[in-house]
C-alpha cells in the first residue's frame, strides 16, 4: 500500500504546491529555511495532506510540536469555545481563568516535594529568555553557562546560549556578555578525545577546571542552562550520571540548574518531563512547542522561591498565556497524562526498536538513539571514522519526503524522529517502510 511507484514519487510537489511556493518567494524573507517543498492543507493525528491532495505520514510533527497530533478534536473543540467566550486579555495587567486553570495543572505535574511558580510567554525563547532574567534577577550574579551544540532560540539572550550552528549567530555580534559554554556530554562524540565511559567526567572537569579555574568564578554564575536531551544538536541522549552530577556541583557553588525542555518535555519521552528519568529536580524548568500543540505558547516553571522576590513589571509581554494558548495547553496536558505520555514510551520503544533493525544492515547509520518518541538516527561515511554523512542525511530526507514521509535533520548528520505522540505501531510500520526505500534510493545496495 505504501509502496512508492515512479508516479507516486514525481507528483510530489504537485501544481498547487508549486504555486504557494513560488508566490512565497514573492513575499516572505528568504531567512527561514524551507527543507523541502511541503505545503500544508490539512492534518488529522500523524496524518498530513498537502494542497494537491496528496497524503503525509507526519514524523516530525512541526518540529516536536504537535504533541497530541494535527487538529485533535478535543483540543479544537476547546480552542473553538473559548473564541466564543474571549480571545485576550493581557495577563500582565489583568485576571483570567485560562491561565490560572494551565498554571494550577503544570504546578500539580511538578516534582513533588517543592512549591512552583509559572511565568507565560509566546514560546521557547522566550521561556528560555525568562529563565535567564529570573536566575540573574533571584540570584544577583550575572554569569551564565550553557553547551556546545545547544539550541535554546534566537531572541539575544537566548542566541547567546545557542551554540549549535554558527549560521544562527554570524551577523548579530555582539551578544549577551557573562556567557561561556562548556561540552555537553555526548557518549557518540566524547569531547576533547576523551573516553566514552569518562565523558561526565570530561565535561564536569572543565566547568570547574577550566571555566571555573580562568574566565569564570563560580560565586559569579546565576545558572547553568541544559537541555535535557540536547535537540537541534543532534538528538543527544546524556549518560545517566550526568544531571545528578551536575545538580551536585550547582549545589556547592549555589548555581541555579535551568533544564530547556521546550524541545523534549511534555510527555515526548515517555515520562511528562525528560528530566523526570534521572531523579534530579531543576530549580527552573522551560517548556512551549508541545506544550501548546501548535498554539504558541511558553513556561518558565521555577521554584517559588526565586519568584517570591520578582517584583510585578519587572518581566512581562502583551500576548503571553493567551487564553486559546492556555486552552490548548491545558487540553493537551490532560491528554498526555490519560494516556499519551505511556504510548510515546510504548511506540517510541517500538520504533526505537524498529530503527536498530535497520542499522543492522545499514552501515551508513553510525547510532540510533533517543528515548519515548524523541529518537536520532545519526549518519556516518563509515562507523569505524564517524565522518558525518551530512550530505547523506539531508538526501534521505527528501527521499522519504518524495515518498510520503515528513522526517527533518538536526545536528551535523541526523535525522531526528519527533512525531505527534498519539503515533501508533501501524503507522511506525508503514514510516518504516517508507523510510527502507529512501535509504536505499540514497545507499543503494
Ligand atoms: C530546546 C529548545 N529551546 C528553545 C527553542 C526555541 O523555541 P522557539 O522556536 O519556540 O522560540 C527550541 C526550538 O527549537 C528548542 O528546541
Redesign the pocket.
Known amino acids: 500500500m505504501t509502496q512508492a511507484t515512479a508516479d507516486t514519487i514525481t507528483q510530489r510537489p504537485g501544481p498547487a504546491a508549486q504555486e504557494i511556493v513560488a508566490r512565497d518567494q514573492h513575499v516572505l524573507a528568504p531567512v527561514s529555511g524551507r527543507v523541502y517543498p511541503f505545503v500544508m492543507d490539512h492534518g488529522l493525528g500523524c496524518e498530513v495532506w498537502d494542497v494537491d491532495g496528496t497524503r503525509y505520514l507526519d514524523m516530525n510533527a512541526g ?1 516536536a510540536v504537535v504533541a497530541t497530533g494535527h487538529s485533535h478534536p478535543r483540543l479544537v473543540r476547546a480552542i473553538q469555545e473559548q473564541a466564543a467566550r474571549f480571545i485576550h486579555m493581557a495577563g500582565t495587567d489583568f485576571y483570567n481563568e485560562p491561565q490560572v486553570k494551565l498554571a494550577e495543572k503544570l504546578q500539580s505535574l511538578m516534582p513533588k516535594g517543592h512549591d512552583w511558580r509559572i511565568f507565560l510567554g509566546n ?3 522566550e521561556a ?1 529568555e525568562a529563565s535567564i532574567k529570573l536566575a540573574r534577577y533571584a540570584t544577583g550574579r550575572q554569569g551564565v553557562i550553557a553547551f556546545f551544540g545547544a ?4 531572541s539575544y539572550g ?1 542566541l547567546s546560549l545557542t551554540a549549535s550552528k554558527p549560521r544562527q549567530r554570524a551577523g548579530y555580534f555582539p551578544l549577551l556578555p557573562g556567557v561561556e559554554h562548556a561540552f555537553y556530554p555526548n557518549p557518540y562524540r566524547p569531547p576533547l578525545g576523551s573516553n566514552p565511559e569518562h565523558v561526565v567526567d570530561t565535561c564536569l572537569d572543565y566547568i570547574e577546571k577550566v571555566l571555573f579555574e580562568t574566565v569564570l568564578p563560580p560565586q559569579e554564575v546565576a545558572c547553568i542552562v541544559v ?1 535535557t536531551l540536547q ?2 544538536g543532534g538528538y543527544v541522549v546524556p549518560p545517566a550520571d550526568w544531571f545528578p552530577r551536575l545538580r551536585q556541583l550547582c549545589d556547592q557553588h549555589g548555581i541555579l540548574l535551568v533544564c ?1 525542555e ?2 523534549s518535555g511534555v510527555g515526548r519521552t515517555g515520562k511528562m518531563w525528560a528530566i523526570d528519568h534521572t531523579g534530579v529536580v531543576p530549580d527552573i524548568i522551560a517548556s ?2 508541545g506544550l501548546g500543540s501548535g498554539m504558541p505558547i ?1 513556561a518558565c516553571i521555577a521554584r517559588k522561591e526565586l519568584t517570591d522576590n520578582w517584583l510585578p513589571g519587572a518581566h512581562g509581554n502583551t500576548y503571553g498565556g493567551n487564553a486559546l494558548a492556555c486552552t490548548a495547553a491545558y487540553e493537551t496536558l490532560c491528554l498526555v497524562e490519560e494516556g499519551l505520555m505511556n504510548n510515546a514510551r510504548e511506540v517510541g520503544d517500538y520504533l526505537q526498536g524498529c530503527l536498530q533493525q535497520i542499522a543492522l544492515h545499514q552501515p551508513h547509520i553510525g547510532e540510533v538513539r533517543g528515548r519515548g518518541l524523541f529518537i536520532g538516527v545519526e549518519f556516518v561515511e563509515d562507523r569505524a571514522t564517524k565522518i558525518p554523512d551530512h550530505d547523506g542525511a539531508e538526501a534521505v530526507m527528501i527521499e522519504a519526503f518524495r515518498r510520503g514521509l515528513l522526517l527533518l535533520t538536526c545536528g551535523k548528520s541526523t535525522i531526528r524522529f519527533c512525531p505527534p505522540l498519539v503515533l501508533t505501531k501501524a503507522q511506525v510500520d508503514e514510516g518504516m517502510e517508507l523510510f527502507e526505500e529512501a535509504l536505499n534510493a540514497v545507499y543503494p545496495r
Open positions: 518540529i514560546s521557547g525563547t528560555v539550541f535554546h532560540g534566537r537566548s537541555e535537540g537541534e530547556d521546550v524541545q512551549a512547542k511558553g
